[in-house]
């Protein structure tokens, strides 16, 4: 059985960093797909990142230029670093996990990130950035 725990979130004022992460255990299988979801109160939740078993990223315009995920097979963790924080990324941060019979392709890491069809999902950590 999946199971992900996400931690790392916290208090940080505009301009500041943080570093979320996420343990992962009870993968099956080689391929996957893992990812960063976050939702504000009142908004729908939204993708932020995207890697997958091969390595490859993708960032939500949002994010991007200011967040880098990763994964560290050793670790079994997935984590997202973001700098320059904006309060409007404030939110509860989750984790995401789809496992894959076929090897990962763009299509696919583009289409989960945006229709949010992971299979997996952590209980989330919360991000609050002031001005």
């Known amino acids: 059985q999946v199971h992900l725990v996400e931690s790392g979130g916290g208090s940080v004022q505009a301009g500041g960093s943080l570093r979320l992460s996420c343990t992962v255990s009870g993968l099956t299988s080689r391929y996957y797909y893992m990812a960063w979801y976050r939702q504000a109160p009142g908004n729908a939740r939204e993708g932020v990142a995207v890697?997958?078993?091969?390595?490859?990223?993708f960032y939500a315009d949002s994010v991007k230029g200011r967040s880098t995920i990763s994964r560290d097979n050793a670790e079994n963790t997935l984590s997202l670093e973001m700098n320059n924080l904006k309060p409007e990324d404030t939110g509860m941060y989750f984790c995401?996990?789809?496992?894959?019979?076929?090897?990962?392709?763009?299509?696919?890491?583009?289409?989960?990130?945006?229709?949010?069809?992971?299979?997996?999902w952590g209980q989330g950590t919360q991000v609050v950035v002031s001005s």
């Open positions: 995401a996990v789809d496992e894959s019979v076929t090897p990962p392709d763009p299509n696919r890491r583009y289409s989960l990130l945006y229709n949010g069809d992971f299979a997996h």
């Open positions: 890697i997958d078993s091969g390595g490859a990223t």
